[in-house]
């Protein structure tokens, strides 16, 4: 006999009925009614439906996984790996693969895992774990604060500018400050440096936003004059930096 509200599978002389669509469509039709004693017969027919027959234990199995063990911490570091753990269980069945995350800014399959999360705020976790009935456990009530480094959220992407050679009575029309053509992939805090004969003759500090800005670099009244010249651009927080070398002439 087929059904169209279980299907019937004995294992090591155990009967399982499985439901095959959502609770919701099998409980309150009347073919879920109709069928369940008709299965439940077909699986022990000691009840002389159809002639003597040995008892069969039937298990009915409609429950997720338990998601026991489920760590990582309330609070974390923007661009810093944060470990996460899960153990799913099922006392009726197997687990089929991993548990699956959702971290609010990607995901991962694993019942442990890392993720890095780029950007600072609140995010929403949810992790899911399936039987191998296809019953799914979801818990999506747990968040992980992100929170700032100090220095700065390190970019993992810094390009700064060709500076082209320039006179010195054009950068004194620019009132002797350099234009610094930086990009960033984050909003971050930079530093630039203003070498010349490998001595630091100048230092600024901003923050950065994402994308691409100009940052003006005074040159010092001493060093107002022809020679040769390197801008370093490095992150407060992080070891990535770049670098251009450039001229000033007399004319």
């Known amino acids: 006999m087929s059904y169209s509200c279980f299907e019937l599978e004995i294992v090591d002389k155990i009967g399982h009925i499985k439901l ?39 298990i009915l199995d409609s429950e997720g996984p338990v998601l026991d063990g489920v760590s990582f911490p309330q609070r974390a570091i923007a661009g810093s790996a944060v470990e996460f753990n899960v153990r799913p269980r099922d006392v009726l069945s197997s687990i089929a693969g991993e548990a699956s995350w959702d971290f609010g800014d990607g995901s991962a399959v694993g019942n442990s895992t890392k993720h890095v999360y780029d950007v600072p705020g609140r995010y929403t976790i949810t992790i899911r774990a399936t039987d191998a009935l296809g019953n799914v456990t979801t818990v ?74 100009v940052i003006p670099v005074l040159v010092p009244k001493p060093q107002r004059k022809a020679g040769s010249f390197q801008l370093i651009v490095r992150s407060v927080a992080g070891d990535i930096q770049a670098s251009q070398k450039f001229k000033l002439k007399k004319k």
Not at 141 to 152: Q, T
């Open 20 to 58: 095959n669509r959502p609770d919701q469509l099998n409980s309150m039709t009347r073919a879920f009614w109709a069928e369940l004693p008709a299965a439940v017969r077909a699986l022990d027919a000691a009840g002389n439906v159809s002639g003597p027959s040995a008892g069969r234990e039937i």
């Open 140 to 213: 999506g009530d747990r968040s992980i604060l992100v929170v700032e480094p100090k220095g700065g959220v390190p970019p993992k992407k810094l390009r700064l500018a060709k500076i082209p050679t320039m006179t010195l009575k054009v950068l004194s029309r620019l009132k002797w400050k350099l234009r610094a053509s930086v990009t960033v992939d984050v909003d971050t805090n930079l530093q630039f440096l203003l070498m010349r004969g490998g001595v630091l003759v100048q230092s600024v500090a901003r923050k950065v936003p994402s994308g691409g800005i």
